[in-house]
């Protein structure tokens, strides 16, 4: 193995190599080494030595890291700050913006502060230092700014996480507590179309909550890509961020009523529609698709002509929805529109439209701002049935209500893998070593996020992600956990034994859980099948 190789390597996660479930130590090939770190962008090309000394060059170049993520308590030991030689002697100070919009500021000597280390290359001369910040900072999202004779001169998000996660007062007091899961697409009533939905997960929440069940599981309930409905595993979505609109009971939909109202067939042939779908021994995708696509376009229709044009109370809610979620939720929509548009997956789109931030994909939306503000307006309404569903299970007495399910990650032909594709390692799978259920191991095609990236971006999608996913639920299921530790990467053409484990930053990851966690009122469980150490399970617990 190329020692150069495995240090640059090494410094962007990718492990060494790995013990199997035998005890069997598999060294990571030097074509995977190279494979994957061409995948987060990492030029391994060329001069090594030269890279190493520019990755080093770049570390030590910044006071402050992209992000802080600690708990209270250890503040007190002080945060990493690198100071260039000449600085030194200059008057310093930190300053800390709480999310509050409070300030607090405080002069220090670099000094008398504890010393981490130090680099001195060429014109750069650093020390790293520990500097002790105040332990009663608020849980939160906050920045910290170093200044010099005044100025700022660095500065990044500062993150305090509690110690741990929400954990319902009944399970705290040694309650055990116990509920049903339910696959919603797989849920059958007398009124749905052939798939279950909204108001069926509401009316199974009833059925449980009755008996003294404490929460509903659920499947999945990303955004599938709309382009292949057959393709619905709702563990390889097109995103995390936005829900699957299949699962939109239509009749529950007010536009839908207006419509009855004026047309008495309208419902009629809407419930004979229903009914032959609810003849299919499963699920029909296609046709249930193809079934809810007109319908959604008349309910649109009707909403833009009465409530959009009026400006009605209707209409400042769906705005105030689209600004909460923000610019995510256009570029959902512009991806759902483009798909449709073209029927082909993001990557095969004329490079005009391959580019979420181009000229080519903002004209796109001014022409076709109809089918844009379709899709925005159905993620509205499955955001408000979803919502409609967790109350229905807090009336039923549920203590926890609706489990929801976080996929490990997203498709990569999906409006998440376009809208971040810096974001996302999109020449690699995630998957599984071999191991004794599976001698050749496992390659499930979900591109991962580069953990330096995702670094640098504060953990933004991360966090997002945890949001979007905790903010109609009382319990969240985060599917293979140990993720937040390592994720074994599959190289795009290799053999899922050709693989490596490549770490993430879990201290940071578990403290950001926690944080969202809290302010959800989540429970979190992690699903730990598979080769998971005891350690980590410790950590977990």
């Known amino acids: 193995m190329n020692e150069r190789l495995e240090r640059l390597a090494s410094l962007h996660g990718v492990e060494p190599g790995y013990h199997d479930v035998f005890g069997k130590w ?6 995977c080494h190279r494979a994957l770190l061409e995948a987060m962008g990492v ?48 008057s310093l100070a930190w300053r800390v913006a709480e999310e509050s919009g409070d300030y607090r500021e405080e002069r220090f000597d670099a000094f008398t502060l504890a010393r981490h280390d ?13 500097l002790p910040l105040p332990t009663d900072l608020p849980e939160g999202y906050h920045r910290l700014a170093i200044l010099e004779g005044g100025a700022v001169v660095d500065e990044c998000p500062l993150i305090i996480a509690p110690e741990r996660c929400h954990v ?54 990303h955004a599938t890509n709309p382009r292949d409905p057959a393709n619905a595993s709702p563990y390889s979505p097109s995103s995390r961020l936005f829900l699957n609109t299949l699962y939109i009971d239509v009749e529950a939909v007010e536009e839908f009523r207006e419509l009855a109202a004026a047309d008495a067939r309208f419902a009629t042939r809407w419930r004979e529609e229903c009914a032959r779908l609810r003849e299919a021994e499963l699920v029909e995708y296609p046709r249930v698709a193809a079934a809810k696509k007109a319908m959604f376009e008349a309910l649109y229709a009707r909403f833009a002509a009465k409530h959009l044009a009026a400006g009605t109370r209707r209409a400042r809610e ?50 076709h701002e109809g089918r844009v503000g379709l899709h925005e307006y159905l993620q509205w309404v499955a955001d408000r049935q979803l919502a409609a569903a967790q109350a229905a299970c807090r009336e039923a007495g549920m203590g926890i209500g609706l489990y929801a399910d976080l996929a490990v990650s997203i498709g990569n032909d999906g409006s998440e893998a376009w809208a971040n594709q810096r974001l996302y390692a999109l020449g690699v799978g995630v ?29 933004a999608p991360f966090i997002a992600t945890l949001r979007a996913n905790m903010a109609r639920a009382g ?22 034994a050709a693989g490596a484990y490549v770490r993430y930053p879990l201290e940071d990851m578990l403290g950001i859980v926690a944080l969202e966690s809290q302010r959800h009122g989540c429970l979190v469980i992690g699903e730990d099948l598979g080769t998971v150490d005891d350690d980590f399970r410790g950590r977990m617990a």
């Open 26 to 31: 598999h060294a990571t090939p030097e074509a």
């Open 43 to 90: 030029d391994a090309s060329g001069d090594l030595d030269a890279t190493l000394e520019e990755e080093e060059r770049a570390g030590w170049a910044r006071m402050l890291p992209p992000v802080i993520v600690s708990r209270a308590r250890q503040l007190r030991a002080g945060v990493r700050i690198q100071v260039p030689e000449p600085s030194l002697g200059r």
């Open 118 to 130: 130090e680099y001195r290359r060429g014109d750069l001369h650093v020390i790293a230092f520990a």
């Open 168 to 221: 319902p007062v009944e399970i705290a007091n040694g309650a055990r507590v116990w509920g049903a899961a339910a696959q919603l697409y797989g849920l059958r009533s007398e009124r749905n179309a052939g798939i279950g939905d909204f108001t069926d997960l509401a009316n199974c929440a009833a059925l449980w909550g009755e008996r003294g069940a404490a929460l509903l599981g659920t499947n999945p309930l």
């Open 318 to 367: 769906f705005a105030h929805f689209r600004e909460s979620r923000g610019p995510s939720l256009k570029r959902h929509a512009l991806h759902e529109a483009l798909s449709e548009f073209h029927a082909l997956p993001w990557q095969s789109w004329p490079e005009e439209h391959r580019d979420p931030q181009g000229e080519g994909v903002r004209r796109f939306a001014a022409e």
């Open 431 to 459: 998957g599984a070593p071999p191991d004794e259920f599976n001698i050749q191991g496992q390659d499930w095609g979900l591109p991962p996020l580069v953990p330096r990236r995702l670094r640098e971006s504060a953990y």
């Open 475 to 496: 319990a969240l299921r985060i599917d293979h956990v140990m993720g937040l530790a390592r994720l074994y990467w599959v190289p795009r053409g290799m053999s899922p």
